[in-house]
């Protein structure tokens, strides 16, 4: 497909639920794009004086998303049925984390005297004045759920203040001391220094009971090796965080992946610190993995950037070769479709279409391709071949000595790194080792390694990424799973499977690099 | 002192100090937005204590943040409009002088130069071969030139030689000379990313570190394992199997002037550790700890991985004594047997915090910046009016991806001092 026929638009559309998506918004208008800003609940904290050249739809929820970056046509719906159609060169997920209450994970009954943190710090007056006779308070964080170092700063210093009164007496139990937030160690030792009892738990958790009208807490002291039991006047919760209920309406909507507990943003490295699998949507602040104010403020800006510079790429990113399909061998089957982890490939009147934007070249689709109608431009199956074949003559001619021949294909995102600086640093690789960059695990093929194969090679090793450090998501796991296939038929065809090996390796590990292909040199060597 | 000819004045410029995550990152952004930049780097490589993260991949990931770094230094290597960066200079002074910063480069009387190198390797022969280790290389493929000179070590001079890797070079690129002059660079905006300085126990310590060899900081186990692909003990170069990790050294620790917590050791620690144990199957792990920080998104899978993997001791040990065979006794109180134990291990690994580096604050307070109580730096929007943004480790501990988020960031706010929005 020629890019040219694209259009690109420059707005930007942030997703929020809260007025951080506002935060998101005003930066990003701030350094020149036209914003739309959908939040999902109507709220006081935008007015249209403040919000400039934002055009606020609010209420409202995305519906649907056609299209990819540079022109992504989104419907968003409003309460009363009523929708509005907006084209966008991309999207920000700007959603907060939801916080619940832990009182039901303790199985506690609805009481006055039992509170959540952000009851008590909203308005730590009328905690306060509630508590004018004296008595025990008890905070308790974790167990449920990690405590963040953020809550306990706020406990700390809630629990200060309290215990400078001499008729309160404050305990905080918790599992863990989470103080790597900026200050927090001090402030935890300010609240002790003021009379505020810590109690730490490894090996157990304290029992909290109803007994009547009162509560009762109950916990075996592992510094002082003793049971306590005490009925509290008060006991305040540190809520837990959970993912935005919008989430997976979301992530099925804009097709991107969540973590493993239903955050935005998939675990994987690349997508750090602001990014998902799709290219043209970000995902910034608690709403991706529960993360201080501060960090979502920083994202606010550093989101800003990226906006910026993705769409003031689009005009380079559309002259790079991508993907070219030979219509004729297309059979539609749209496995291509299917695969695409950066969803680049879209299909319209059922023939598959590539994004020349969104697509990162990883060549997942071509590996795929039943045809072999797809060709990645920057990195051709005849390319590969003509390589492969490079460095296989280059020591299969001339060597007369019984040394193993290893053919390795190495992802170019760790493994060649890796190979070119142990190269480069002199490391000792076995003689007759020849490397074939590819653009990513997910690009191998059988055909690229029964080449190899039919070109007389003894090894070919596959070397890629870890999984969930690829940049492509899937890509070094289906070539694992590509090279299982393979080693079956292998197998069923008589050849010892132990000649192709899969294998994952960082940029850096030179070592590890020379280590893994002499061993497997070491071991053909003996057989 | 030289004049301000030396790099030519140019007007909206901004000059980057430090060239480690934070800088690169904030030097291609800024550079994407089609600002002049100029980086200087003290030391001989970019890429900073980052780029000397190994990669701490067990059979997955565990999100060390190393191939971001990997990724920051590919995207330096391979980009259209090269970033004007300058090793070996360290800045020693910055004064506003009307809009402008006036910025005072001392450059290392050794250095090579990055225009002129080809990476052929000769220096390191020639300095290696004449029994220096003066020349090093870099961690990372991707970081030009690869080679650098360690001021430290490079002892020709005193020797009163002459230099056996000036002749080596073919293209002339290496400067070894008692006459290196400081200059002065002129910008319109300072971004400091002066970044931290690992923490290093003094002698005498209880751990004893820097007197019984095998004995080390998780700094020197991480450039160990990036160097080598594994941990071996000092001693006698043998892999250990009994391997204990001593968490919050220099961190969290009043006594020391130290209240606070590095944020990013247990992380790093841990990862090691479970790389360590992913490696060496049969190598057993103990790690003394006060508390656990959460680390990254991940952190409850990687935390329940380490609890299964490894032994995990809720008490920091009070002495270490050197015993037989290199081997280190430590001794701590069990609260599981409830007495003082005394067990021996092969390899005690130090985790150690981040310090705020002392010359980044110098310099940040010589142009207004705060200094909080635990020694980093604070901006404020006053700072920002008078364009010097602080970004990264410089404030405290952060992460590799905080680093470079943070990095992203601070370009926003230069972008628009410089454009006086």
């Known amino acids: 497909m020629n890019g040219k026929e694209l259009h690109i638009s420059k707005n930007v559309l942030v997703l929020g639920n809260s007025s951080y998506g506002y935060q998101v918004a005003a930066h990003v208008r701030d350094n020149g794009y036209p914003v739309i800003l959908s939040i999902t609940e109507p709220s006081d904290y935008i007015s249209d004086e403040k919000a400039g050249e934002i055009e606020i739809l609010m209420p409202s929820v995305l519906v649907d998303v056609k299209g990819g970056p540079g022109d992504f046509k989104v419907v968003l719906g409003f309460g009363d049925g009523s929708q509005a159609r907006r084209t966008c060169g991309c999207i920000i997920v700007a959603m907060e984390c939801s916080w619940v209450s832990a009182r039901k994970a303790w199985n506690l009954p609805p009481r006055e005297n039992v509170l959540s943190l952000s009851q008590v710090c909203s308005d730590p007056e009328a905690f306060m004045g509630k508590l004018d006779h004296g008595g025990k308070i008890v905070f308790v964080c974790g167990f449920v759920q990690n405590s963040y170092s953020f809550t306990q700063r706020q406990v700390a210093k809630i629990a200060g203040t309290l215990a400078k009164r001499p008729d309160l007496h404050v305990y905080v139990l918790m599992e863990h001391f989470k103080v790597s937030e900026q200050g927090v160690e001090k402030q935890i030792r300010r609240a002790r220094d003021q009379g505020v009892v810590f109690v730490k738990f490894s090996e157990s958790r304290p029992d909290i009971l109803v007994n009547g009208d009162k509560i009762v807490i109950k916990y075996y002291d592992e510094g002082l090796g003793g049971w306590v039991e005490f009925s509290p006047d008060a006991v305040v919760l540190e809520e837990s965080s959970y993912p935005p209920p919008e989430a997976q309406v979301l992530s099925r909507a804009l097709e991107v992946r969540l973590d493993n507990q239903g955050f935005f943003q998939a675990d994987s490295l690349h997508n750090l610190p602001i990014y998902c699998n799709r290219t043209g949507v970000f995902v910034v602040g608690s709403g991706k993995g529960t993360i201080s104010e501060a960090q979502s403020k920083t994202e606010a800006k550093a989101v800003a950037v990226e906006v910026a510079k993705l769409l003031e790429g689009f005009e380079d990113a559309l002259g790079q070769p991508s993907i070219n399909l030979e219509k004729k061998k297309c059979a539609i089957c749209l496995t291509c479709y299917r695969v695409c982890p950066h969803r680049a490939i879209s299909h319209r009147n059922r023939r598959p279409e590539f994004s020349p934007l969104a697509c990162k070249r990883c060549g997942m689709c071509v590996a795929v391709c039943p045809m072999n109608a797809i060709e990645l431009e920057a990195s051709r199956r005849e390319d590969v071949v003509a390589e492969l074949k490079g460095v296989t003559h280059r020591f299969i001619k001339g060597t007369r000595d019984h040394l193993p021949h290893i053919v390795v294909l190495a992802c170019q995102n760790s493994a ?40 007389g090679i003894d090894c070919v090793m596959v070397l890629a990424c870890p999984h969930d450090s690829c940049k492509s998501s899937d890509g070094s796991m289906a070539c694992s799973q590509t090279i299982e296939v393979l080693h079956e038929m292998l197998e069923e065809t008589g050849i010892d499977a132990g000649r192709l090996i899969f294998d994952t390796l960082g940029p850096g590990s030179a070592m590890e690099f020379v280590d893994l292909v002499n061993q497997v040199a070491k071991e053909l060597e003996e057989r | 002192m030289a004049g301000e000819s030396e790099l030519t004045v140019k007007k909206d410029r901004v000059i980057i100090v430090g060239g480690g995550i934070t800088g690169l990152t904030a030097a291609l952004e800024l550079g994407q937005m089609g600002k002049d930049i100029l980086l200087l780097e003290k030391g001989p490589f970019i890429g900073g204590h980052a780029a000397n993260l190994p990669c701490k991949a067990t059979d997955r990931c565990l999100k060390c943040n190393d191939c971001l770094v990997e990724e920051a230094l590919r995207q330096v290597r391979e980009n259209n409009s090269p970033l004007e960066v300058k090793n070996y200079a360290k800045v020693t002074g910055i004064k506003k002088n009307g809009g402008n910063f006036i910025i005072t480069v001392e450059p290392s009387w050794c250095s090579i130069d ?135 050294v220099g961190s969290r620790d009043r006594r020391l002037g130290r209240e606070y917590c590095s944020r990013v050791c247990c992380g790093y620690s841990l990862r090691m550790a479970l790389r360590m144990i992913h490696t060496v199957p049969d190598m057993e792990i103990t790690v003394f700890y006060m508390d656990v920080q959460n680390f990254g998104k991940d952190f409850e899978r990687y935390y329940n991985e380490a609890k299964q993997k490894l032994r995990m001791v809720r008490c920091l040990p009070g002495d270490f004594y050197g015993w037989q065979d290199h081997k280190i006794l430590v001794s701590y109180f069990s609260e599981v047997e409830d007495k003082t134990i005394s067990e021996a291990f092969d390899l005690v690994i130090l985790t150690v915090g981040l310090s705020p580096n002392e010359q980044g604050r110098a310099l940040g307070e010589e142009i207004g910046l705060k200094v909080n109580e635990d020694g980093f730096l604070v901006a404020g929007e006053e700072n920002l009016k008078q364009g010097v943004v602080v970004a990264g480790t410089a404030q405290g501990p952060m992460d590799v991806a905080e680093c470079i988020c943070d990095a992203k960031r601070a370009a926003l706010d230069m972008k628009k001092y410089i454009e006086g929005i």
């Not at chain 1, 002199?426 to 690009?443: E, F, M, W, Y």
């Not at chain 2, 160097?227 to 250990?240: L, T």
């Open chain 2, 114 to 248: 990055q225009e002129k190198c080809t990476d052929c390797g000769a220096c390191l022969e020639a300095c290696l071969s004449s029994g220096h280790q003066a020349i090093t290389h870099a961690p990372s493929i991707n970081i030009h030139p690869f080679y650098g000179i360690r001021q430290e070590l490079c002892t020709c001079l005193s020797e009163g030689v002459s230099p056996p890797c000036i002749s080596a070079c073919q293209e002339g690129a290496i400067t070894i000379s008692d006459k290196v002059e400081s200059f002065q660079v002129q910008g319109k905006g300072v971004l400091l990313a002066s970044g931290f300085r690992p923490y290093e126990p003094e002698a005498p310590n209880r751990y004893g570190y820097g007197h019984l060899p095998n004995v080390i900081t998780t700094e020197q186990a991480d450039r160990m394992l990036r160097e080598r692909g594994g941990i071996f003990r000092p001693s006698d170069d043998d892999v250990p199997k009994k391997v204990a990790f001593v968490q919050c």
């Open chain 1, 416 to 455: 060649y790194d890796a190979y070119l600086l142990a190269r480069q640093r002199g490391l000792d690789i076995q003689a007759h080792t020849g490397v074939v960059k590819i653009p990513c695990g997910g690009r191998v093929d059988s055909e690229t390694v029964l080449k190899a194969f039919a070109n």
